[in-house]
């Protein structure tokens, strides 16, 4: 049973159009969100965390929103560039679970020029 | 963001051989560390969690036999991987849990081939 799910595997953005990846949950006591950037063969890179208490947090470039009516959470990236291109993760977590991180399947993103 | 390192980065055992894989804290005491693991194109697992001076606490369906978790000190957290197998072989990372709330800061990984 995924709790955390990413339902798009890949989305191609052309370079300065914005990036919109998308995360759906399932368990309602999440109450922190968390986006992480990956390349191969490296670990993965914190971006991005957003609070229940929230629905939106910006830096810089990227911006997580989260609905928690829908239980759905999306990271954007404007303007994007090519350097953003990699695997996103997005992963909850609840106070209620000792910091553990449920991550969802990843979107690749593959910016153009 | 904390610094955590690996090491090895990558390693190439025979089967039926154990391998040791460090992770570091370098720059925060870490009471608690967590171990992960990424097969091809899929997400990361979590495979336990690792507690400074006491057991760890591995996840459903993860053999605490097979894979050895110590948490000797507040910087460093060991996961051997006992009479290694190809159906082993994976992509095993480490993080460490600091800063503002559950934000979690992993190392670089270590690729682990069976053969």
């Known amino acids: 049973d995924q709790q955390v799910k990413q339902n798009s595997p890949s989305l191609s953005v052309q370079e300065g159009r914005i990036s919109i990846l998308n995360c759906d949950y399932t368990n309602s006591m999440f109450d922190y969100f968390l986006w992480y950037k990956k390349y191969p063969a490296e670990g993965p890179t914190f971006l991005i965390s957003i609070s229940s208490i929230k629905d939106k947090n910006e830096d810089g470039r990227f911006t997580v929103f989260l609905n928690k009516s829908a239980k759905h959470l999306s990271l954007h990236i404007v303007p994007s560039q090519p350097g953003d291109s990699a695997v996103y993760f997005c992963a909850a977590s609840s106070s209620n679970a000792g910091n553990m991180l449920t991550f969802g399947g990843g979107t690749r993103l593959m910016v153009k020029p | 963001g904390a610094v955590v390192s690996q090491h090895p980065s990558w390693v190439i055992c025979k089967s039926g051989t154990s391998v040791k894989i460090e992770c570091r804290s370098l720059?925060?005491?870490?009471?608690?560390m967590f171990w992960y693991r990424q097969f091809p194109k899929q997400s990361l697992m979590l495979m336990a969690t690792s507690n400074e001076g006491s057991k760890a606490t591995y996840e459903q369906g993860v053999e605490k036999d097979k894979f050895l978790i110590n948490h000797a000190s507040l910087t460093l957290s060991t996961l051997t991987v006992t009479s290694a197998h190809p159906e082993d072989s994976s992509f095993y990372i480490c993080s460490v849990n600091r800063g503002a709330k559950d934000t979690q800061y992993f190392g670089p990984g270590t690729r682990l081939t069976v053969l």
């Open positions: 720059d925060f005491q870490a009471t608690t």
